[in-house]
């Protein structure tokens, strides 16, 4: 006996697959429309004249951005590698970079090209080199607790090899 084709879906359930199917379009379509849009960073967001800044721009959709600033001039963002979705680039602010808001202008693929406009805190002073803050902000009670130690450690230290010594 030759088997049976399957039979139709009822119609109310074809319409609750039609009706599923179309919501998922639907829903699945403003995030493809929001990736599309570039966004961009500047990091960091306040800097001292004379230091670097990392730019970064991701959604552009080309393989080259324009950033402009009175700031520091122009920068090019290139990829990272073949198959990187943003661009990145790196530039000094200038030494005699004026202190305040300083408008930074990215741009897809050069001038004419889609843009995003951020800004770029420069703060007064010089630039801050050395440990990057990691140590910026202990107290001179912190400081003489870990010399404390590290003296309570190495003298420990000079103990047990002096006592391994005299054993032998």
């Given at each position: 006996?030759?088997?049976?084709?399957?039979?139709?879906?009822?119609?109310?359930?074809?319409?609750?697959?039609?009706?599923?199917?179309?919501?998922?379009?639907?829903?699945?379509?403003?995030?493809?429309?929001?990736?599309?849009?570039?966004?961009?960073?500047?990091?960091?967001?306040?800097?001292?004249?004379?230091?670097?800044?990392?730019?970064?721009?991701?959604?552009?959709?080309?393989?080259?951005?324009?950033?402009?600033?009175?700031?520091?001039?122009?920068?090019?963002?290139?990829?990272?590698?073949?198959?990187?979705?943003?661009?990145?680039?790196?530039?000094?602010?200038?030494?005699?970079?004026?202190?305040?808001?300083?408008?930074?202008?990215?741009?897809?693929?050069?001038?004419g090209?889609?843009?995003?406009?951020?800004?770029?805190?420069?703060?007064?002073?010089?630039?801050?080199?050395?440990?990057g803050?990691?140590?910026?902000?202990?107290?001179?009670?912190?400081?003489?607790?870990?010399?404390?130690?590290?003296?309570?450690?190495?003298?420990?230290g000079?103990?047990?090899?002096?006592?391994?010594?005299?054993?032998?």
């Amino acid at each position: 006996m030759p088997a049976k084709p399957p039979a139709a879906p009822p119609t109310a359930a074809r319409r609750l697959m039609t009706v599923a199917a179309v919501t998922l379009i639907a829903a699945a379509a403003p995030a493809t429309v929001a990736y599309a849009i570039p966004s961009a960073t500047v990091s960091p967001t306040a800097v001292a004249p004379g230091g670097r800044v990392a730019l970064n721009v991701a959604g552009c959709g080309t393989q080259v951005a324009r950033v402009t600033s009175t700031a520091f001039g122009e920068a090019r963002l290139t990829p990272g590698n073949q198959t990187a979705a943003s661009l990145i680039g790196n530039t000094t602010v200038y030494n005699n970079a004026t202190p305040g808001a300083h408008r930074v202008v990215f741009e897809c693929g050069g001038p004419g090209g889609e843009r995003v406009t951020l800004s770029l805190q420069v703060t007064t002073g010089a630039a801050r080199g050395g440990t990057g803050g990691s140590i910026g902000s202990m107290s001179p009670g912190q400081i003489a607790l870990g010399s404390a130690l590290t003296v309570g450690a190495l003298g420990a230290g000079v103990w047990v090899m002096r006592r391994r010594a005299a054993a032998s």
